[in-house]
Structures are given as structure tokens and as C-alpha cells.
């Protein structure tokens, strides 16, 4: 499977950009997918996953919460991350990546579940 991550760029504190993550080589209709994020220095960190166990359920880390939402697009095997209300402190690479057996519930946002990536795109927030 490839995954190929785009729609990062520069934008000023208080706007929005929405991320795309494009899913091909596989027809697998995979039951996780999540974005996450990797600020210089830091850790890999969970920002959103749609887990399918139980239902398509979205979890978010709290810090975005209310301002972003991830979705994804069946008919076109992209994964979306609509981020607003973009902070400084978002400014991080983000990472789509995909899992093709379920986990519990929040466990979608552990980074250590995946095994297929994509590359990774650069959001910059300026303040």
C-alpha cells in the first residue's frame, strides 16, 4: 500500500488548510486510518484516527479537538484532515498511516499499531 500525504503549506495563526492522504495499491477497505504529527524535538504524536470497531468512530487528541476533523472518502480512498482555527503550536510534518486490523477504541492513536505510512507533509503556522 502507498499512502500519499499532501495539502501542508504556511498559514497564518487562525486559518486553515485541509490535509489529504491518498491510499493506493490496495483494495482494502483498511478499518483505521489516523493523522499524526511530528513537531522538531518531539515525539510522534496521535492526532486523529477513525477506528471501525464498534462503528466508524472518530477520536481526536484534546488539544485539537472542536478544531479539526478527520474523514475520509471511500469512492476515492482518501483519508482528509480539515484543520481551523490553526495555532502555532500546531505547526508539525503529519503523517497519514493505516492499519489493516482493528484495535480498541483510542488505541487508533497510537503511533506503535501502524505499519503503513506515507511521507509526510509540513504545516507551518506563523503567529
Known amino acids: 500500500v502507498q499512502l500519499q500525504a499532501s495539502g501542508g503549506g504556511l498559514v497564518q495563526a487562525g486559518g486553515s488548510l485541509r490535509l489529504s492522504c491518498a491510499v493506493s495499491?490496495?483494495?482494502?477497505?483498511?478499518?483505521?486510518i489516523a493523522w499524526f504529527r511530528q513537531a522538531p524535538g518531539k515525539e510522534r504524536e496521535g492526532v486523529s484516527c477513525?477506528?471501525?470497531?464498534?462503528?466508524?468512530?472518530?477520536y481526536y487528541v484534546d488539544s485539537v479537538r472542536a478544531r479539526f476533523t478527520i474523514s475520509r472518502d471511500k469512492a476515492k480512498n482518501t483519508v482528509y484532515l480539515q484543520m481551523n482555527s490553526l495555532k502555532p503550536e500546531d505547526t508539525a510534518v503529519y503523517f497519514c498511516?493505516?492499519?489493516?486490523?482493528?484495535?480498541?477504541?483510542?488505541?487508533?492513536?497510537?503511533?506503535?499499531?501502524?505499519?503503513?505510512w506515507g511521507q509526510g507533509t509540513q504545516v507551518t503556522v506563523s503567529s
Open positions: 498511516a493505516v492499519r489493516a486490523v482493528r484495535v480498541p477504541g483510542r488505541t487508533c492513536l497510537n503511533s506503535i499499531v501502524y505499519n503503513s
Open positions: 477513525i477506528n471501525r470497531s464498534g462503528g466508524d468512530i472518530s
Open positions: 495499491g490496495s483494495s482494502l477497505d483498511y478499518p483505521l
